[in-house]
């Protein structure tokens, strides 16, 4: 076998410069040093040549998608955008049914950065790809000139295989199926608001940033007939919630005091006069099961990490199809809308 | 220009411009806090005060006396409400098994 | 004991609901002759709406939302002028976040902002000073609006700001006051109102005094309230109450953080720090005599309106509303958001029209996210 010897590319400088991108030696160096001495993909060509088993089943389905990451500020307790950047492509192929395999990814960063930020982005998301079982097999890396970005934008996009007899589908979901979380709600968004330090507050409240697909197979074990699964990401709980309902024409209930949360967060949405069911999650599933599986998938979840926090917060119902609503603590009704615009805090 | 929150006064973060920090459910600001602070007083003594806190200023000093009060009177009401609906599900019991 | 909880129980909730049903029932009103009780303060409307308590109170009993949002009784000539500043080069404008949607006849801050104006939010004016203190050369003007509520800590800024002399701060003051409006709708003919929940956090500030001409001259009881649900519930009851026995008294439900006489530190610092204008324009209200504040000429280097030469006496202003837009109304209780006719068609959270479908407070805001009209269509 040819053993070809190739010597080791570094790069020297501290920040990126307009050179880095620029297609010669210094991006070269860039890309290696930084970027796939850390992933090791399987290739040196422009692109990744795989296959698996699992494609080949009768009935198997691929599955595909894609998700940029601006998130700023880009490190913040508990992840950062390197993290971020990989669960939240691996958990948008396994709220699918899919088992997710393969994740490319595409840097647009801002002259000026500084390598060791590329450096400790590359490492979370190779921590992050190896916890979820996933490879980083291809990417992209271009500069942009100082003031056309905001730090380092990142594109990943991620190839996952269906196996035969799935089918996860929000519009699935029929009145009666029971909705169930993973865990507390809301702090991925109450950690970057307290990290971006323009409301200065102090908490320990960390990202809840974490690959869930290991989480779904488990519960898919338990309960096969799982009708549809979401991450709450943007937009928050309500969100997902609301994109089921719209989707599957059914009414949604839930009961807000069966919501978790950390009293923290509760904290941060008192004083900045924010709604928890809006806040981001990165790390936290909204499942619905037919409601004799409900207490299978509970358990389910909460044999693993992931999922101890679980806990059962509503139901789909025929009336008021398309709209969610709240029963508060207090025993009243309220409806829970999409946000519009982003959530700001106010005084009043 | 509502939102108040109830908030535990934990240190004193600089005594000459009267700023503290609060801690509300975990969570912990510095706020300002010459309304709540009696001119005799030393700023010292606010340390585990609750006060009311809005926009970064404690406005005034929870009285812990008159919130039991309040929710003594709020706690008879519900109890009284729970005895009526326990005894209307009694007669209903009642009802049915006559 | 986190003074939080205790007051969402739902458990007494059920009590004083009962008891609120059992007062109403006595007082014999019902679904067509309902009693009209009015929320003052828009922190009451959004937890009334937040909590679903006007569906849980009886039929009898409806619930008057009044003009006590300090977003969406701004004139669009005052977001208007505040663009200005923020536009103009070298300026950083710092505001709560509720101003930031509220249209202006040219942009609101938030298009401002994405248009390049370097607008920020802050949660305190301490902050902004904070910023004026770090960017010296930079001018610092933070957008003052708020009832009594928020005027002690803006003038407390003030002192600070001239104390620690920070001459590149200012203060762009909307601050206005209570008691005014509420004479205004007194006074209208129009308005048939059975009594009041009165604003728990102005409380804080002005005492319970400044209420008794309510009382005293128009026989109507007002009670102080607090803004935990249990709180809104409890002082609910406590108007009825006085309703049923043929009482007009000034009473306190939130007395753990209302003190009778107010906080004597806020109003000294008030009272050094600002002088009543001789009119401001309301929103749907007109101009109303003593209603708004500006900053007293000592403190002039402070006061954005001078400073930059803008607001009240430097030119024609605009005093209008945009076309079809009947927030006024709303506000004043005239009309239920969904009788409004823009309300959910020109008139939405993505697109609105007025402040009140923006502000967090407004009624309109409220109605539409939390449900009023689609609720009960659903039920």
């Known amino acids: ?348 | 220009m509502c939102l108040g929150i109830p908030g535990r006064i934990v240190t004193i973060a600089d005594a000459s411009r009267k700023l503290a920090i609060v801690e509300v459910m975990g969570v912990k600001r510095q706020v300002n806090v010459a309304c709540i602070l009696k001119d005799d007083e030393l700023i010292e003594s606010l340390v585990g005060a609750w006060s009311l806190i809005h926009v970064g200023f404690a406005m005034s000093r929870i009285n812990e006396q008159e919130a039991a009060m309040t929710l003594d009177v709020l706690r008879q009401l519900g109890e009284a409400q729970e005895e009526i609906e326990a005894m209307r599900a009694t007669e209903r019991m009642m009802a049915v098994a006559l | 004991m986190n003074y939080t909880d205790e007051f969402r129980d739902p458990v007494a909730a059920r009590g004083v609901l009962a008891a609120i049903e059992r007062v109403v029932d006595e007082i014999g009103a019902t679904k067509d002759k309902p009693l009209h009780i009015m929320e003052i303060c828009g922190g009451h409307t959004h937890a009334i709406f937040r909590y679903g308590l006007d569906k849980l109170t009886p039929p009898g009993l409806e619930f008057i939302h009044g003009p006590g949002c300090p977003v969406c009784v701004l004139p669009m000539s005052r977001i208007d002028e505040c663009v200005d500043i923020a536009e103009r080069p070298n300026v950083i404008m710092t505001t709560f976040g509720d101003a930031m949607r509220v249209p202006g006849r040219r942009k609101s801050m938030m298009q401002a902002k994405a248009d390049g104006a370097d607008i920020r939010m802050v949660y305190s004016q301490l902050d902004a000073l904070e910023l004026a203190r770090r960017n010296p050369g930079k001018e610092v003007v933070f957008f003052g609006l708020g009832f009594e509520t928020t005027t002690p800590s803006t003038a407390l800024t003030i002192l600070q700001a001239h104390a620690d002399r920070q001459s590149n701060f200012s203060i762009f003051c909307n601050h206005i006051t209570v008691p005014p409006p509420i004479k205004a709708l007194l006074d209208d003919p129009y308005m048939v109102l059975d009594g009041f929940v009165g604003p728990g956090h102005v409380s804080m500030v002005i005492g319970i005094r400044p209420y008794d001409f309510i009382a005293r001259d128009y026989k109507k009881p007002i009670v102080v309230a607090g803004f935990e649900p249990l709180d809104l519930l409890q002082s609910v009851l406590m108007v009825l109450e006085q309703i049923r026995d043929g009482r007009a008294e000034v009473e306190n439900q939130y007395a753990r953080v209302v003190p009778d006489e107010g906080n004597p530190v806020s109003i000294a610092a008030c009272n050094e720090v600002y002088q009543p204008r001789p009119s401001f324009e309301w929103r749907g209200l007109g101009e109303i005599d003593a209603s708004g504040l500006r900053i007293r000429d000592k403190y002039a280097a402070f006061d954005a309106e001078v400073k930059f030469e803008i607001g009240y006496g430097t030119g024609p202003r605009f005093t209008g509303e945009q076309d079809g837009c009947r927030c006024g109304d709303v506000m004043t209780g005239r009309i239920k958001p969904h009788a409004c006719p823009q309300f959910g068609k020109g008139c939405t959270p993505e697109m609105p029209l007025g402040a009140l479908m923006v502000s967090s407070e407004g009624a309109c805001a409220a109605y539409y996210q939390y449900g009023g009209l689609r609720l009960e269509a659903v039920e």
């Not at chain 1, 002259?111 to 979820?132: D, F, H, N, P």
């Not at chain 1, 006069?273 to 358990?299: H, I, K």
Request: hydrophobic letters at 45%; charged letters at 20%; a negative charge.
């Open chain 1, 1 to 348: 076998m040819n053993q070809t010897v190739r010597p080791e590319r570094r790069v020297l400088a501290q920040r990126v410069t307009l050179a880095h991108g620029g297609g010669g030696k210094a991006m070269r160096d860039l890309i290696e040093d930084v970027f796939t001495s850390v992933f090791a993909p399987p290739g040196m060509e422009d692109q990744a040549r795989l296959m698996d088993a699992s494609l080949l089943e009768p009935g198997a389905e691929l599955a595909f998608t894609t998700d940029s990451f601006v998130v700023s500020p880009m490190e913040f307790p508990g992840g950062d955008i390197g993290t971020i950047s990989v669960c939240g492509t691996v958990n948008d192929l396994a709220v699918g049914g899919a088992r997710p395999l393969w994740l490319s990814a595409a840097f647009i960063i801002e002259e000026g950065v500084e390598i060791t930020t590329l450096r400790q982005i590359a490492a979370s998301m190779q921590k992050s790809a190896l916890e979820a079982g996933v490879r980083i097999v291809t990417g992209d890396t271009k500069v942009v000139g100082k003031g056309s970005g905001d730090g380092v934008f990142v594109t990943t996009a991620g190839i996952g295989v269906i196996p035969p007899g799935r089918r996860m589908l929000a519009e699935s979901v029929r009145p009666g199926d029971i909705a169930l979380v993973s865990g507390v709600l809301g702090d991925h968004g109450a950690a970057i608001l307290a990290a971006r330090g323009d409301m200065d507050l102090t908490s320990d409240i960390r990202s809840d940033c974490q690959p869930l697909n290991h989480l779904i197979e488990a519960v898919l074990t338990a309960v096969p007939d799982i009708r549809a699964a979401r991450d709450a990401t943007r937009g928050g709980l309500a969100s997902a919630l609301n994109e089921v309902a719209y989707a599957a024409g059914v009414g949604i209930e839930i009961t807000e005091a069966d919501l978790p949360l950390r009293q923290e967060v509760r904290g941060i949405c008192e004083i900045l006069g924010l709604d928890p069911l809006y806040l981001a999650n990165e790390g936290t599933l909204v499942l619905f099961v037919p409601p004799d599986q409900a207490v299978s998938a509970l358990a389910a979840m909460k044999s693993v990490p992931a999922g101890r926090g679980a806990r059962v917060i509503g139901k789909a119902v025929t009336a008021h199809p398309g709209t969610v609503i709240m029963k508060t603590v207090l025993g009243g009704a309220r409806i829970v809308d999409m946000l519009v615009g982003e959530q700001l805090p106010r005084i009043c």
